[in-house]
């Protein structure tokens, strides 16, 4: 008998096609936030009010809302301060947690007992709360809540960067190093730094999708900017009062939820390929 | 073995005590750190209608008046000793606002667990055993969308479908019984993704073990399987995942009680926000601590008991407990 085995050519993809798509959706985030004119003509804070609450059309493909916006337009203008609310926060909790990471995972002793006990602190409170009492203390605004939450998530970069200092520090090729007369200098920046990047970059994406849900979740609160900004939390909250036309929370949810969803996936893409 | 657990015990409660000491200090830092001085907004609210005596008189009551080291001394003296203060809003305890919210709160968090245990199973037994075009593939995903999905869009969603469309539950009457099971529900579904995520990896992890194959070879049953074999093994881990989840669902109740318009202690730590009561706000965010730190002690505890493998070197037993530290291979 004769079996004959057919393979289907296959064009060679760069990443696998889910990656793939997950790079698209942050392309169009980052074109939304960066002209958001480009892609609606509507004004996202004006409406016509004759136009209220119409269900998702050719001409208003999210709907529009009680003041008769059109609601893409809202969640497209909304987007610059979604995420880089969500970059301020990654960055915070990368350079702070980082930096509390390297610096008791790297020196050792007294100063890494000190610096656990924080990192034990900010473990112990649940990461929302911490968000919510720094956002109270700084006071309600889009800005001040990415900082609580970059703040709430320093924790988990300290730990993860101590870790991974601590495994290259101890790896023979940077004993080689010192050695041969490496100083303590060139050995951070040459050895360790990148080496313990390379893990941390996969978890700052991650925490990049996390940041949108809890400045989402803080704006849903009411902690962020006031309307008319358009921030995605504040559209999904503002939608809540207007159930009986679901779009107005099913649609800048999904834009949320699809984006934090690539988010997580290139994540997870970068873990694997590292 | 007996000196080595006590050894280990008594330091890992020494490091519990000092924790909830650092965190009740922490926050009363970051309270005190306030631009605005909320307490004099608080007390010269003209809705309050406090005289300049009665202002004075509260300011001398609580130490207001004084610098703040030695009002963080009183006030943590105060904390150690149970009284947790005065609200500047209403004037009564704080325990006895935290009294009064709790029950609702726990019914709701007990639920929440319980329905993210039930759920979690159910993922890593479908993933694990399910073939691929039933679905197998598809579970394997879901915790990644469930943690990609604001909690209270999943708690709108609930009441949209449930309350609204198939009219099981009115959202005016949020302590019914189906109004408290569906807000379980919204709070227990992200943490069910973290749980199966951890249970997934250590599934995975026990069927590749020998002793997994050898059953399998006698011709063992799948379910018997999971139930008599892996799932033990794979479930100590657990434990100390829900551990960290008790403080995750004590957060994020602060959104879920919002959403189903529920009273307990997330909608306090709501109320308390918006008025700036900060003795309220400082006293939920340490028992916050309390609980999680005695939960995790618990844990960190009862840890070696369970598994006699894990063996004892002056500090914590070391395992998988969160996504971020699962094995590249299985992220």
Do not use: C
Not at chain 1, 178 to 185: D, E, K, T
Not at chain 1, 215 to 238: K, R
Not at chain 2, 105 to 132: D, E, K, N, Q, S
Not at chain 2, 310 to 316: D, N
Request: glycine share 8%.
């Amino acid at each position: 008998m004769m079996i004959s085995v057919t393979r289907t050519p296959r064009v060679a993809l760069p990443a696998p096609l889910g990656v793939i798509l997950s790079l698209l959706v942050l392309a169009v985030i980052v074109g939304w936030s960066l002209a958001p004119g480009l892609f609606t003509g509507f004004d996202p804070a004006i409406g016509i009010p004759a136009d209220k609450l119409q269900g998702p059309s050719a001409a208003h493909w999210f709907g529009t809302d009680h003041l008769g916006r059109d609601l893409l337009a809202r969640v497209i203008h909304g987007t610059a301060s979604s995420v880089s609310s969500a970059v301020i926060a990654v960055v915070i909790a990368l350079v702070l947690g980082g930096l509390i990471g390297l610096l008791s995972g790297f020196l050792g002793g007294w100063v890494d007992t000190i610096l656990a006990r924080l990192v034990d602190v900010l473990l112990a409170i649940p990461n929302f709360l911490l968000a919510v009492i720094i956002v109270t203390a700084l006071g309600f605004s889009t800005t001040n809540a990415a900082i609580a939450t970059g703040i709430s998530a320093v924790a988990v970069f300290a730990r993860v960067m101590r870790s991974e200092v601590i495994k290259t520090r101890s790896a023979t090729f940077v004993e080689a190093s010192f050695l041969s007369g490496g100083s303590r200098w060139h050995i951070l920046t040459r050895h360790v730094l990148p080496n313990a990047s390379r893990s941390v970059l996969p978890l700052a994406v991650l925490r990049f999708g996390q940041s949108i849900l809890v400045i989402a979740g803080l704006a849903f609160l009411g902690y962020g900017d006031p309307p008319p900004a358009s921030d995605w939390g504040l559209l999904i909250s503002i939608g809540k009062d207007y159930l009986k036309w679901p779009w107005l929370v099913y649609a800048p949810a999904l834009v949320t939820v699809v984006t934090v969803l690539s988010l997580n996936r290139i994540s997870r893409w970068l873990r694997k390929t590292d | 073995m007996q000196g080595a657990y006590m050894n280990y015990a008594a330091k890992r409660l020494l490091q519990a005590v000092v924790v909830v000491l650092l965190t009740y200090v922490f926050t009363f830092i970051v309270v005190s750190i306030l631009p605005g001085d909320p307490v004099t907004n608080v007390l010269r609210d003209p809705q309050n209608g406090f005289t300049e005596a009665e202002i004075a008189q509260i300011v001398a009551a609580q130490g207001l008046d004084k610098p703040i080291p030695v009002q963080l001394w009183h006030s943590l003296s105060g904390f150690v000793t149970g009284d947790l203060g005065v609200s500047l809003r209403s004037s009564r305890p704080v325990s006895d606002l935290i009294a009064e919210v709790l029950p609702s709160t726990l019914r709701l968090a007990g639920g929440a667990l319980a329905v993210a245990l039930v759920l979690a199973m159910g993922i890593a037994y479908g993933a694990r055993f399910l073939p691929h075009r039933f679905g197998g593939a598809a579970l394997r995903a879901l915790p990644s969308l469930f943690l990609s999905v604001p909690s209270f869009v999943i708690g709108l969603l609930l009441i949209h479908i449930f309350g609204f469309q198939l009219g099981l539950f009115m959202v005016i009457d949020p302590n019914s019984f189906w109004a408290t099971f569906f807000a379980a529900v919204a709070l227990g579904i992200p943490i069910s993704a973290q749980i199966a995520e951890v249970l997934m990896a250590n599934l995975d992890h026990e069927a590749s073990q020998d002793y997994a194959a050898v059953a399998r070879a006698r011709g063992l049953r799948q379910s018997k399987l999971f139930f008599r074999h892996l799932l033990k093994p794979s479930s100590l881990p657990v434990v100390t995942v829900i551990a960290l989840m008790v403080g995750e669902v004590l957060g994020n109740t602060l959104i879920t009680e919002t959403v189903f318009g529920r009273t307990g202690v997330g909608s306090l730590i709501q109320r308390s926000v918006v008025t700036q009561d900060l003795p309220v706000l400082q006293a939920i965010v340490s028992l916050a601590a309390v609980v999680f730190a005695v939960i995790n002690l618990i844990a960190d505890l009862i840890y070696p008991l369970l598994d006699p493998r894990v063996k004892l070197v002056g500090t914590a037993p070391r395992r998988v407990t969160t996504a971020d530290e699962l094995p590249r291979a299985n992220a």
